[in-house]
């Protein structure tokens, strides 16, 4: 399926989509962090850093913009708009001057990262998402990309399962689902 760069690229994607844009989850009304709170539910939706500091609140609004973008990505691939969401892409590429770098860590073997033009923490994190959004949409693992079928949840996922057949953003949500239709069978029909 997916390398594990890609993947991790994929899976900050979704983290940050999910923290960082208004909704429903899991059955509840979601309302993404602002202001002072808006830095740290960045840092929260980020891989783990050492050296990273705080994000500062200018990346941290960087990427509630960026995370918006990718949202609309999820949607339109979920509802069967690949082009629409080629454009949206298309667009995060451009204004996040992505390009391809061989980077190395250590002695850990030479991996490819995605820049953005100006490899700030948030251009560069935008840069990456998006080209993991090209690298899936510009392939046959497009349909990969959804939104959660759950009632009142629209949070988004990646579906890495085997036979891609998942729907749901959580097995909290695919719990819920699967409560209702068993109560539902269960209820006597008038």
């Known amino acids: 399926m997916f390398d594990s760069h890609v993947v991790t690229l994929l899976d900050v994607a979704v983290s940050l989509v999910n923290a960082l844009t208004d909704g429903s989850q899991r059955g509840r009304p ?7 709170r808006l830095p740290q539910a960045v840092t929260d939706a980020l891989p783990p850093a050492a050296d990273r500091g705080s994000v500062e609140p200018r990346h941290a609004a960087y990427l509630a913009r960026t995370a918006h973008q990718m949202r609309a990505v999820f949607e339109a691939v979920d509802s069967g708009h690949t082009d629409e969401a080629a454009d949206i892409v298309n667009t995060l590429l451009f204004t996040t ?3 391809p770098q061989l980077d190395r860590a250590g002695n850990e073997p030479w991996q490819v990262h995605f820049h953005g033009a100006d490899d700030s923490l ?3 994190w935008s840069a990456g998402c998006a080209t993991a959004l090209a690298l899936a949409i510009g392939s046959n693992l497009a349909g990969r ?3 959660c079928r759950a009632p009142q949840c629209d949070r988004v996922y990646v579906d890495s399962s085997r036979n891609a057949v998942r729907q749901f953003c959580s097995t909290a949500c695919q ?3 699967k409560a209702a239709a068993f109560r539902a069978r269960k ?3 008038p």
Do not use: D, I, K, N
Not at 30 to 36: K, N
């Open 30 to 36: 979601y309302t993404a962090p602002t202001a002072e």
């Open 122 to 124: 948030s251009v560069g």
């Open 97 to 99: 001057g992505a390009r």
């Open 187 to 189: 209820t006597p029909q």
């Open 145 to 147: 990309l959804g939104v």
């Open 175 to 177: 719990s819920r689902v």
